[in-house]
């Protein structure tokens, strides 16, 4: 049965989501996921950091850039900014060492997470012990790396498809400015869709088709992207929280962004479990 072609169908399935969605505490169990989120940010900074640092040496608008980022989120002046960078840059394999095991151990809290949502949404006892969950979990975080420095590589190959593409255009006296734009945004949905399929289905395994689990990545994905879009535009006119919380604003809107992103993760999860039991399948 098609979704999309049972408009009855489709409100039954949302109905039974929102419900799910309160019986599960859904605002709960997206504020313990935000939490891990952000527990898995700090390490991730570390890193960056320390990688940045074989780069500070040699580019200082790079170097110009990250102190500019610090400032504005720390509430230190810029004289201790330039000494805890160099400091940074003269200790970056500590740091890196240091921050790549912090995040290891910080991210093995996220995605423990994420299975302890789907576990509940879906009323289904995961196939991991706690041994198999953290080697599952360690390994969901090489497979994230592994997908960021794919998605760095492509996106060099596509910046210079891009650049030929406007030439073309140009020679060929066509704006290539809104063409641009929607290749930019098939990108980031492309990417988005791919990564809320891999949290979804990964832990699951095959305990649901496949079908329902695209399906609802790509919704997931869609009204994710529409929440960025609409977070960007609330913050752009209205959203001052720099006047508020002064050097902490850049946090306070991370914070928000990133329970905004667990509860569109774990209202896709009650839609997905509403679907599977609906469908005629235990849920």
């Excluded at 991210?107 to 997470?113: K, P, T």
């Excluded at 720099?242 to 329970?259: P, Q, R």
Aim: with cysteine; proline share 2%; net charge positive.
């Amino acid at each position: 049965m098609s979704v999309l072609r049972k408009p009855k169908y489709t409100w039954n399935i949302l109905r039974e989501a929102a419900r799910r969605f309160d019986r599960d505490y859904g605002p709960f169990l997206a504020s313990g996921l935000a939490f891990d989120l952000m527990l898995c940010i700090l390490p991730f900074l570390l890193i960056l950091i320390s990688i940045s640092g074989y780069l500070l040496e040699s580019s200082e608008q790079t170097h110009q850039d990250i102190l500019a980022f610090l400032e504005r989120a720390l509430p230190i002046t810029l004289t201790e900014l330039q000494s805890s960078l160099q400091q940074f840059i003269k200790d970056r394999k500590i740091i890196g060492a240091v921050g790549l095991i912090s995040l290891l151990l910080a991210a093995s809290r996220v995605f423990g997470g994420i299975r302890a949502v789907l576990e509940i949404t879906f009323r289904r006892k995961l196939k991991f012990n706690l041994i198999t969950g953290k080697l599952f979990d360690i390994g969901m975080v090489v497979l994230a790396g592994l997908l960021l420095f794919l998605s760095l590589g492509i996106s060099y190959v596509i910046t210079d498809l891009q650049n030929w593409l406007a030439e073309w255009l140009a020679a060929h006296s066509y704006d290539f400015r809104k063409l641009n734009s929607f290749i930019a945004m098939a990108l980031a949905f492309t990417a988005s869709s791919a990564m809320f399929f891999l949290m979804y289905r990964l832990p699951l395994e095959q305990q649901i088709p496949t079908r329902i689990i695209l399906t609802l990545a790509l919704l997931v994905a869609l009204f994710w992207e529409i929440a960025k879009w609409l977070f960007g535009l609330y913050l752009a006119n209205l959203g001052k929280f720099d006047v508020i919380y002064g050097s902490f604003g850049v946090l306070v809107v991370l914070v928000l962004w990133i329970y905004y992103t667990a509860i569109i993760f774990v209202a896709g999860a009650e839609i997905g479990s509403a679907w599977q039991d609906l469908r005629g399948a235990p849920a």
